[in-house]
């Protein structure tokens, strides 16, 4: 239908623009003096107001003709393309957003529209240093390299390895021009013809696999499956090479920004200079910059977190998912997207090719690769010397430790050998703060958040009670604010900083990081800390999942997890699967380097399905195991499933709602599906708001999103109910 839309209206014809309010939706409007290009952002009346919109297509006509306003300016930038639109069309059906709020997604960059506000930009003038040093002929290196192409201070610096106090001197000199420039600067090109690392054999082959694909310009999806430190990000940087030598647009989303640091390094070292980069990190006027680059194929490749899914680019060729089975793909609030998913579907409309990177894969990848809707590539074993950690259990029940301590004699015994040799161990527990619980000896009262149904998690390096729902804050109390009695209040099992704790009593000469992303105010200071750790400057780390993702520490060799049972613990059908990735991600920390590592996993059910599977290894066996179980019980990947949660401060009002959605739920279950609940939601009350869920499950090619629309828009919401609807949830 968007295809047939013409691509150009007259002044004065009835055109629908989308705008980003939510009341307006599509409206009708007049086209401009001169006329409008389809998919023209526009400035339009709406009210009072004026608003961004982006010109849609033909007016609907349902509105008087003659009391029409007309569209005010057309803004200079590049229209939206049509796969932009049916990208966004088709995303937000399936997460049944409105169109409106979808547009605001995808236009995510302060100022859009307005020209840029000057910029000091540099290049290369005509005087001569009074003296010449290395780092002043880096500098001028890096300038004759971009060929006449202004850079901004920060890239000089960084592409001539230097401090921007260099490049100032410089300036003062009259050897770098200094000049205010009015337009938004490309970023530094890329060059995909520099010489790549000698690939190993499996590499070589897979990278030529991706090559392929890309040739094709057509759509797939590939898997990319290894175990960490098998080369897998040396194998796709081979399809973003051919991606740029294509001429095309590349992307590449990573989980966590604390990767970047190393990610861009490699990237520089691959390419030359350095990508754009899109994630909250981001300072609002790199973010203009970025977005407008990328519409006019001003930047080559992104590097990016999952909103860099909505940037308008002009011809994407691939989209790069690393860590693919990362939870923190999935946006938990707002519009509620997968964003691996919304990668698949944004590269099947753009003709562009997907690489899904993981060494341990979601199992809905998985389950679409045995399906054959993926390809598959697999590097078996780690680059070079690299060996895969021995991985082995610790039974606790034999070790008979007091109960206020977590690391067993064993696994003390491993650490103590490993800072002897001077290598790292890291002792891994999955839970921020201090302790979880604070609980009064006297009355037995725990504290709990005041406006969650969550506990009050005592974090002694903030000297505060922290909800980890909604953030509130408090100061430790000294009495019990329940029966008041003094001096009672206890902190009740581990939480990171408390494992800290014990492991400088243990090993008080060892020099001992914590990574837990509390004790860090600024992304920097966290990049500043892993490059320190990864120095040596640390025997013994110990962290939360933070510490799980991706990062290089070449001395680690032992990696203690505390409590391996932790995650498997509830009723969720993906506690299983989560357990099993993070476990062995978080032993593929150990052994990176020529030292072999080894991981001990403290346990107290060494017999468990999951735990054996993790020690053992056997992936495909898992797999099939959790495949098994899941098309039994009809969940995900095998089935459909969607989460309704209801919130409102009236805890009445949230229930009423949810008992009526599930007595009038005819049209669900016409489409073949089930519904259950209302029950009180994983977390039963955040920030003062009750939540109930009603959980609603259907065979697989169930066509659910129009029944669920029907559905939960049956009831008019009153008051301050509110209603989200998440597709595919992330736990069931
Ligand atoms: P993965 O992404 O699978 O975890 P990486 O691509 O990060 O693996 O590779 C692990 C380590 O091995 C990195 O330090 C990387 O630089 C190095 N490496 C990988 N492939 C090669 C190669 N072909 N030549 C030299 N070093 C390599
Ligand atoms: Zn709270």
Known sequence: MLAETPSFFAAGDRIAVLTTQPLGGVLDYRAPEGGVATGSFVEVPLGPRRVMGVVWGPGEGGFDAAKLRRVGAVLDIPPMRLEMR??????????????????????????????????????????????????????MDALS?????????????????????????????????????????PFPRLDPSLPSKALAEDQAAAAEVLRDGLKSRRYGTTLLKGVTGSGKTEVYLEAVAECLRQGRQALVLLPEIALSAEFLTRVEARFGARPAEWHSGVTQTERRRTWAMVAENGAQLVVGARSALFLPFQ???????????????????????????????????????????????????????????????????????????????????????PSDRWVSNTLARAVQVRIDRGEQALLFLNRRGYAPVTICRACGHQIGCKHCDARMVEHRFLKRLVCHQCGETEPRPETCPACEVEGK?????????RLAEEARALFPEARIAVLSSDMYTTARQLKAEI?????????????????????????????????????????????????????????????????????????????????????????????????????????????????????????????????????????????GAEVYGPAPAPIAKVRGRHRVRLLVKAP???????????????????????VSVDIDPQSF
């Open 86 to 139: 049916d990208f966004l069309i088709r995303a937000g059906a399936y997460t049944l957003t409105p169109l409106p709020q979808m547009l605001r997604l995808a236009t995510r960059a302060p100022g859009l529209g307005q020209p840029p506000g000057m910029r000091k930009v540099y290049r290369a003038g005509d005087g001569r240093p009074d003296r010449e040093t290395a780092a002043r002929s880096r500098v």
């Open 531 to 671: 490059a320190a750790i990864a120095a040596g400057e640390a025997d013994i780390i110990v962290g939360t999942q933070l510490v799980a993702k991706g990062h290089n520490f070449p001395l680690l060799t032992l990696v203690g997890v505390i409590d391996a049972d932790l995650g498997l613990q509830g009723s969720d059908l993906r506690a299983a699967e989560r357990t099993f990735q993070l476990m062995r991600q978080v032993a593929g920390r150990a052994g990176r380097a020529e030292k072999p590592g080894i991981a001990l996993l403290q346990t107290y059910q060494p017999e468990h399905p999951v735990i054996r599977a993790i020690l053992s290894g056997d992936e495909e066996g898992f797999w099939r195991a959790e495949a098994r179980e899941r098309e039994a019980a009809g969940v995900p990947p095998y089935g459909r499933m969607a989460g309704i949660v209801l919130s409102s401060e009236d805890v009445q009002r949230v229930f009423d709602l949810g008992n009526a959605l599930a007595r009038n739920a005819q049209m669900l279950r016409a489409v």
């Open 145 to 185: 390299e971009m060929g006449g192409l202004a850079l901004t201070l920060s890239e000089l610096a960084q592409m001539a390895g230097v401090s921007t106090s260099v490049v100032k001197g410089l300036v003062k000199q009259g050897v770098v021009r200094e000049e205010q420039s009015p337009r938004d600067t």
């Open 315 to 401: 011809d994407l060729g691939l989209i790069v998912v690393d860590e693919e089975h990362d939870t923190s793909y999935k946006q938990e609030d707002g519009v509620l997207y997968n964003a691996r998913d919304m990668a698949v579907l944004r590269a099947s409309i753009n003709d562009a090719r997907v690489v899904l990177a993981s060494a341990t894969p979601s199992l809905e990848s998985w389950a679409n690769a045995e399906a054959g809707k993926y390809d598959r590539l697999t590097l078996t074993s780690r680059f070079g010397t690299a060996a895969l950690p021995d991985m082995r259990s610790l039974d606790m029940r034999s070790e008979d430790l």
């Open 700 to 722: 697989k090619g169930t066509a659910l999103q129009p029944a669920l629309a029907d559905w939960v828009g049956q009831f008019k919401l009153k008051g301050d109910l509110r």
């Open 489 to 497: 209040l206890a902190a009740v099992g581990p939480g990171v900083e």
